[in-house]
C-alpha cells in the first residue's frame, strides 16, 4: 500500500520522481504528493486524487526545478484522503520532508507526547507524528538527521518504508525500511529510491534491496552507508542486476494492464515451467522442493495461508496435492491463521502464497508458523520481496509484473506451481504411476496452447454476453471439486473492478440457501466441464432452470447438452480434470473485465483497492 518515490543527482528530478509514481499507482491512488528541492526552496505540491491529478495542480503553480525530489502515492489509512493527510508531510520547522509507506501503530501515544511538547498538528495522519518526531530527536539531542531518523524509528512500532530530507542538507535523503519494501538503484553519480525497481528501470539496473530494520544514508557524489536501525552496526548491502524490463511494464498496445495481463497467460505459464518441467526427460526439477524434500514428502499436513486470490490459488492446490500426492491440506486466510492460536506441529508444512511477496497478513502468518517449528515454503511473485526472504524455501511463479489490481496471470501461475509441487511429492511418494506423472506433465505443457485458443475463439462471444448482463446488481458463481474455487474467484474478479454484487458457491450448496436468490433476473454462471462431476452439476442447472434463473455455462468443447439448457455457453478445451481451473479461469476474467469496461469503471485501479496490501 502506498508507493514511495525518489531521486538525488544531476537530472531534474520532477520528471523521474512523476513518471515514478504513476508506475507505483497499483499501490494505491486515494491521493499524490511531490516535493522538490530547487537550491533554495523545498516546493511542494500534493492533492488528493490520482498522479494525474497531481500532474495538473503541480504545473499550474509550482516550481519543477531542482535535482532532489521525493514523492508518494497513497492508500489511505489514517485520516481521509484529502489533500491535508496526502504526503510529503513537513516537521513544524518545515525544513524536515517524509515520504512513508506503512503504519506507525503507537503513533497515537507518541502525538500526545508532541503535543505536550508544543507540536502542532495539520493532518490526522501517523506520518506526520513521525516527521515531528523526527525534528523533535534533532533537537533535543542536537544530532544529525540520519541519527535522529534512527532513534525516532527505534520508539515506533509498525511498519514502514519511508524517505526524509532536510533542505538544511541538500545532498542526503535518509531512507529506512521495516515491513515495507524500498529499493535503491544505483547510478552515475544518481541514486533512485523507490517501493520497487519499475520506477527506475530505464536508468540503471543495479539495486539494493533493503532488509527490514535496516536504514541508507544516500549522499550525492558520496554513496550509501547502510545501517542497521536497531544496533547501529554497519551492513555491507548486496547489489543486484535488475531483471525487468520496460516492455513489461508498459501495456503495449492493450487498453488496460487487466487485459493485457489475461492475454499473457500463455507465456507466463510457459515461463513458470521453463527449465522445470523436463517433459521428454519426465522430470520436474523445483530447487525449492528438491532441496527439501523429505521434509516437504512427509509432511502430516500442509497447511496453506494466503489472502484474496491467493487464497483462491490455495484451494485449488488442496484439491490437487490431496489428489495426487495423498497429503492432507488445510487452506487457511492469512488473516485469520494469524489471531486463532491454530496448532501446528513441528513436521507440518506451511505453503504461503503471495503474488507480492508483501502481503501483511501472510506475513504475519508465516512467522507464526515458523515460531511454532513449521517448515515454511513460499509461492511468490515478485522476486527478492519480504515473503520470499521470509521463509524457509520456495518456488517463483515467474509470472513478470502483475500491474492491474486485480489478479489474473498470477493466480494461474500459482496453480501452475503448486501443480509442479504435487507431481513431485507424489512421484517422490509413489502415489502416482511414472505414466500418470508423465501423462499430468504432457498435458500441463499444452495448457498455454489451450488458453490462447480460449483467448482467440470467445473473446467476442464474451464481450456479448457482457453487454447483456452489464446492468444486472448480482451475480452467481457456481463450480465444483477443481472448479469451486474458481468459482469463487470469478465472484471475486466481478466484485472488485465491476462492483456488481456476485458470490461463488459449490454447486450443490445452492439448495442449502442461496437458491431462494434465483429468479428471472438472476444470472448464474456455471462451470459445467466434461470431467468433475458433470452430471450432479447439469442437475443443479436444471435446478435453477427451473426457477427461471440465466444460465451463462462453462463447458467442454462440443458440448451439447449444457448448451440445450443454458442462455449462453462459453467452450474451453479438454484437459484432465485437475488442470482445468487454469482453462475455465480464463473466460471468467474476460467477462468481468468486460462489464467493467462497459460499466466505464477504472479496470487497473478499482475504487478502495491497492495491489499490495502491507497493512492489516
Ligand atoms: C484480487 C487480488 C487480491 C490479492 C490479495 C493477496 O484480484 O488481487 O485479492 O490476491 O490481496 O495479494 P498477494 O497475492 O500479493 O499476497
Request: net charge negative; aromatic share 8%; hydrophobic share 40%.
Amino acid at each position: 500500500m502506498c508507493g514511495i518515490v525518489g531521486y538525488i543527482g544531476h537530472r531534474d528530478a520532477y520528471p523521474i520522481v512523476l513518471k515514478g509514481l504513476q508506475r507505483l499507482e497499483y499501490r494505491g491512488y486515494d491521493s499524490a504528493g511531490i516535493a522538490l528541492y530547487d537550491g533554495q526552496e523545498l516546493n511542494l505540491c500534493k492533492t488528493k486524487g490520482k498522479v494525474a491529478d497531481l500532474k495538473a495542480k503541480f504545473e499550474e503553480g509550482t516550481s519543477t526545478k531542482g535535482n532532489i525530489g521525493i514523492g508518494h502515492t497513497r492508500w489511505a489509512t489514517h485520516g481521509v484522503p484529502n489533500d491535508v493527510n496526502s504526503h510529503p508531510h513537513y516537521s513544524n520547522s518545515e525544513n524536515l520532508v517524509i515520504i512513508h509507506n506503512g503504519i506507525i501503530e503507537n503513533y497515537s501515544s507518541l502525538k500526545k507526547e508532541l503535543v505536550k511538547r508544543g507540536y502542532t498538528f495539520q493532518s490526522d495522519t501517523d506520518t506526520e507524528v513521525l516527521i515531528n518526531l523526527i525534528e523533535d530527536v534533532m533537537v533535543k539531542e542536537d544530532v544529525k538527521l540520519g541519527k535522529a531518523v534512527q532513534i525516532a524509528l527505534n520508539q515506533t512500532i509498525g511498519a514502514y518504508a519511508i524517505t526524509v530530507f532536510d533542505k538544511r542538507k541538500p545532498n542526503e535523503l535518509i531512507v529506512a525500511r521495516l515491513g515495507s519494501p524500498l529499493a535503491i538503484g544505483i547510478g552515475e553519480d544518481e541514486f533512485f529510491i523507490a517501493s520497487d525497481a519499475s520506477p527506475f528501470i530505464e536508468f540503471t539496473s543495479n539495486v539494493i534491496y533493503l532488509e527490514d530494520g535496516e536504514m541508507a544514508v544516500i549522499r550525492r557524489n558520496k554513496g550509501i552507508k547502510v545501517r542497521k536501525i536497531q544496533d547501529d552496526s554497519l551492513v555491507d548491502p548486496y547489489v543486484q542486476e535488475l531483471k525487468m524490463n520496460l516492455e513489461q511494464i508498459e501495456k503495449g498496445g492493450y487498453d488496460h494492464f487487466m487485459l493485457k495481463e489475461i492475454y499473457e497467460q500463455p507465456n507466463a505459464i510457459k515461463d513458470t515451467y521453463r527449465g522445470r518441467m523436463l517433459v521428454d526427460k519426465g522430470i520436474i526439477k523445483m530447487s525449492g522442493v528438491d532441496d527439501n524434500i523429505e521434509r516437504l514428502a512427509n509432511a502430516k499436513r500442509i497447511i496453506i495461508v494466503a489472502c484474496g486470490t491467493s487464497w483462491h490459488a490455495g484451494l485449488v492446490a488442496e484439491y490437487i496435492f490431496e489428489d495426487l500426492a495423498r497429503i492432507p491440506v488445510e487452506v487457511e486466510y492469512a488473516s485469520e491463521f494469524r489471531y486463532r492460536n491454530p496448532v501446528i506441529y513441528e513436521n507440518d508444512v506451511v505453503i504461503a502464497i503471495s503474488q507480492s511477496g508483501e502481503t501483511a497478513d501472510t506475513m504475519a502468518a508465516i512467522k507464526l508458523a515458523k515460531e511454532k517449528g513449521a517448515f515454511v515454503f513460499g509461492v511468490c511473485n515478485v522476486v527478492g520481496s519480504s515473503i520470499s526472504r521470509e521463509t524457509h524455501a520456495g518456488a517463483y511463479t515467474h509470472a513478470g509484473p502483475e500491474i492491474g489490481v486485480a489478479s489474473t496471470k498470477a493466480f494461474t501461475t500459482q496453480i501452475t506451481v503448486l501443480t509442479m509441487m504435487a507431481l513431485k511429492l507424489a512421484k517422490y511418494k509413489g502415489a502416482i504411476s511414472d505414466s500418470q506423472f508423465r501423462f499430468h506433465l504432457q498435458e500441463l505443457e499444452r495448457i498455454p496452447a489451450k488458453i490462447t485458443r480460449v483467448l482467440e475463439t470467445s473473446n467476442d462471444h464474451i464481450k456479448e454476453i457482457a453487454d447483456k448482463y452489464k446492468n444486472t446488481p448480482n451475480c452467481l458463481y457456481l463450480g465444483r471439486g477443481f472448479n469451486f474455487p474458481v468459482a469463487l474467484e470469478g465472484a471475486l474478479k466481478l466484485k472488485e473492478i465491476s462492483y456488481i454484487h456476485a458470490e461463488g458457491y459449490p454447486a450443490a450448496e445452492m439448495k442449502h440457501g442461496p437458491i431462494a436468490l434465483i429468479d428471472e433476473q438472476m444470472p448464474v454462471v456455471v462451470i459445467a466441464t466434461k470431467k468433475g462431476h458433470y452430471d450432479k452439476v447439469v442437475s443443479n442447472i436444471q435446478e435453477i432452470k427451473s426457477r427461471k434463473g440465466k444460465i451463462i455455462g462453462i463447458v467442454t468443447e462440443g458440448d451439447e447438452e449444457v448448451r440445450n439448457l443454458a442462455d449462453y455457453v462459453i467452450e474451453i478445451p479438454e484437459t484432465i480434470e485437475s488442470l482445468t481451473p487454469l482453462l475455465t479461469t480464463i473466460p471468467l476474467q474476460l467477462l468481468s473485465y468486460h462489464i467493467a469496461v462497459m460499466l466505464g469503471r477504472n479496470v487497473d485501479q478499482p475504487r478502495n483497492l491497492a495491489k499490495s496490501v502491507t497493512v492489516e
